[in-house]
């Protein structure tokens, strides 16, 4: 599970699983997305997400910040389909916005958390539970 932790509250985080992958370029995979906030879990969504937005996800997350993105994410998927950040002091510290059609949340990070999130998440995708 790929888990980012906001730097700035205790307790705030987001977590994404695999539930099952279908490989291959035109196919996809039913995520799971935890996002706790103060402790309490706020939302926890399973989801579909094509194999090329997750490959484009990954990209915008592991090579954090993608300067040719400057500053936003976007897919056409239904859920989580934006991500947005700002630097918002100059310890390095971003503000991620994450947006969907029911689910909007904000996480804080430095840029190396926010990579290592992305390549944990590359890694999760790798070991993802195959369905056929």
Same mark, same amino acid.
Not at 8 to 20: D, K, P, R, V
Not at 68 to 91: A, T
């Given at each position: 599970?790929?888990?980012?932790?906001?730097?700035?509250?205790?307790g705030? $985080?987001?977590?994404?699983?695999?539930?099952?992958?279908?490989?291959?370029?035109?196919?996809?995979? #039913?995520?799971?997305?935890?996002?706790?906030?103060?402790?309490?879990?706020?939302?926890?969504? +399973?989801f579909g $997400?094509?194999?090329?937005?997750?490959?484009?996800?990954?990209?915008?997350? /592991?090579? @954090?910040?993608?300067? #040719?993105?400057?500053? &936003?994410?976007?897919?056409?998927?239904?859920?989580? @389909?934006? &991500? +947005? $950040?700002?630097?918002?002091?100059?310890?390095?510290?971003?503000?991620?916005? =994450? =947006?969907?059609?029911?689910?909007?949340?904000?996480?804080? /990070?430095?840029?190396?958390?926010?990579? #290592?999130?992305?390549?944990?998440? #590359?890694?999760? $995708?790798?070991?993802?539970? &195959?369905?056929?």
């Amino acid at each position: 599970m790929a888990i980012l932790r906001d730097c700035l509250e205790n307790g705030t $985080w987001i977590e994404i699983s695999f539930i099952a992958c279908i490989p291959g370029e035109d196919e996809g995979c #039913r995520l799971n997305v935890k996002y706790f906030k103060t402790n309490n879990k706020i939302y926890d969504l +399973d989801f579909g $997400w094509t194999n090329i937005t997750i490959k484009n996800y990954i990209e915008a997350t /592991a090579e @954090f910040p993608v300067e #040719r993105l400057d500053g &936003l994410y976007s897919s056409f998927e239904k859920h989580l @389909f934006q &991500l +947005d $950040w700002k630097q918002i002091d100059s310890n390095g510290v971003y503000r991620l916005g =994450f =947006f969907g059609s029911d689910q909007d949340f904000k996480i804080h /990070a430095d840029q190396e958390s926010v990579r #290592r999130f992305g390549s944990e998440f #590359r890694l999760e $995708w790798g070991q993802a539970p &195959l369905r056929t």
